[in-house]
């Protein structure tokens, strides 16, 4: 099979734009790119018209729920602990149809804002609720998406001083056994993997530390990488301070978990010396803006983090704290989070696009595989229409995709097959998709409601006053 996008606007994020260009595609590989009509094509290549078009890597998600889709605009107003606290009890009624329809839902909606790769964070198993992880790497397959699943967990309930309940945890035996089973099962180490397993405990407020170890452990004998939740709010640096007497970055290197082969969710609440581990150790995060903006936990240090070489990919974060985010849209919102903080240098539209690209390739530890359009690479790319009618006044077409509202999409390849075609789907049927999404979360309430939980309906926070401090909302406890 052999593709051929020409008159295209490149925007390779390694290495220099291509004004009007061509990208050549063999088989699922970039085979060359470069300016003016490509040189050499042979009579059986399928032909794609660029022209008013960007194209850039696939974006990369680093950091999702996929099945909180489910559970969307409950508890508006709530702190992050509030928002857990009201909807863990949500989430232990989930079973696998519900991961089903939120994972195509979610999946599908990833493509149509330009993703290609994906991972999950998937950290509640419910027991007899059927195969959960299972579930999500169907409709990954289905959807099209190249698919980092993340088996996680919580063995830390409230009676362990813990902060959630411990009907939604499991046993430290079981978690590690699931896991090994889920990594052998699934992972796919190749180049041009499809689905690659990660380890992921959930955060340092319901995984305990032999979890955190043994988990560290497991993943490394098995050659796959760690993730996990870390310094996303200051309740979080309380916590850890008051249970280990250190803060989230230290605890985490007396775990053995800092390293290249780790990324972590948020990182929003560092010092400078946190900064320094990171970079150092070469242990990534995801940024998620959105997510931290609608919980009010502050705004992640990325301008620094970036300038002391720590490696920062972009995530949406499950859609219960960020309702709908589109991957593109994170691009700007990253943008105009450093930029309110630090000052319009703070980040430019080229150093947002790596962040979701190349900045989340290297999180997955695929950097010389994704995230960037380079020959030999992996053919994952979108093609924005940035030359339509209210879009083509900014000339710079990076900017008008990262400044601007989420263009439309003339294509999304992975792997050189097409995903989206003129803003639609190809692959699934993308009203089947959005129905089965709003059918798991009709199916998640009333299987939360026939267990008495009356969360599901809960939409506000807890009314308690809130104090600002220092740009961040905190909820008077007392
Ligand atoms: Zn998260």
Not at 6 to 22: K, L, M, R
Not at 64 to 69: D, F, G, P
Request: glycine share 12%.
């Amino acid at each position: 099979m052999s593709l051929l996008i020409e008159n295209v606007y490149v925007a390779p994020v390694a290495g220099p734009e291509i004004q009007s260009g061509y990208i050549r595609i063999e088989g699922d590989r970039i085979a060359d790119l470069g300016p003016g009509p490509a040189p050499d094509t042979g009579p059986d290549v399928t032909r794609i018209d660029g022209t008013g078009c960007l194209a850039t890597p696939g974006l990369v998600n680093t950091h999702h729920h996929l099945y909180q889709w489910a559970s969307q605009g409950l508890a508006q107003d709530a702190t992050l602990f509030e928002w857990l606290v009201a909807l863990y009890q949500v989430w232990a009624a989930m079973d696998a149809e519900v991961v089903k329809g939120a994972a195509s839902a979610g999946l599908s909606w990833l493509a149509l804002s330009g993703c290609t790769t994906s991972s999950d964070h998937h950290y509640i198993f419910p027991k007899g609720r059927g195969d959960l992880f299972a579930a999500e790497i169907e409709a990954a397959r289905e959807v099209g998406l190249r698919f980092h699943p993340a088996r996680g967990s919580m063995d830390r309930g409230e009676s362990d001083g813990g902060l959630p309940p411990d009907v939604v945890v499991e046993e430290l035996d079981d978690i590690l056994a699931a896991t090994e089973q889920a990594v052998d099962a699934y992972h796919d180490p190749s180049f041009s993997s499809m689905l690659r397993v990660a380890v992921a405990p959930c955060s340092p407020f319901s995984a305990g530390g032999r979890l955190m170890t043994e988990s560290a452990a497991l993943a490394r004998a098995k050659g796959v990488r760690l993730h996990t939740h870390l310094a996303e709010t200051l309740d979080e640096d309380e916590h850890c301070l008051a249970q280990f007497g250190v803060r989230p970055v230290d605890h985490m290197e007396k775990l053995g978990w800092l390293g290249p082969d780790v990324w972590l969710a948020h990182a929003v609440h560092l010092s400078d010396a946190d900064i320094g581990k990171l970079a150092a150790t070469g242990t990534g995060s995801a940024h998620c803006p959105s997510s931290n903006g609608r919980l009010g936990a502050g705004i992640a240090r990325v301008s620094e983090m970036l300038r002391r070489g720590a490696n920062v990919g972009l995530g949406v974060d499950g859609s219960a704290s960020s309702e709908l985010t589109p991957l593109v849209g994170e691009m700007r919102q990253a943008l105009l989070f450093q930029r309110a903080r630090y000052g319009p240098g703070a980040l430019t539209a080229r150093q947002a696009l790596e962040l979701a690209t190349l900045g989340g390739a290297r999180n997955l530890g695929r950097e010389s595989e994704l995230g960037s359009l380079e020959p030999g690479k992996l053919a994952d790319l979108a093609l924005w229409r940035v030359g339509g009618p209210f879009t083509s006044a900014v000339a710079d077409p990076v900017c008008a995709l990262v400044f601007g509202p989420p263009p439309p999409l003339a294509r999304v390849l992975v792997g050189g097959r097409t995903v989206v075609e003129d803003g639609e789907l190809r692959t699934v049927s993308q009203d089947a998709a959005g129905r089965a999404g709003a059918e798991a979360h009709r199916r998640l309430i009333r299987l939360a409601e026939e267990r008495g939980v009356t969360a599901a309906r809960q939409v506000h926070g807890t009314g308690r006053p809130a104090v600002h401090d220092g740009g961040t909302t905190r909820v008077d406890m007392s």
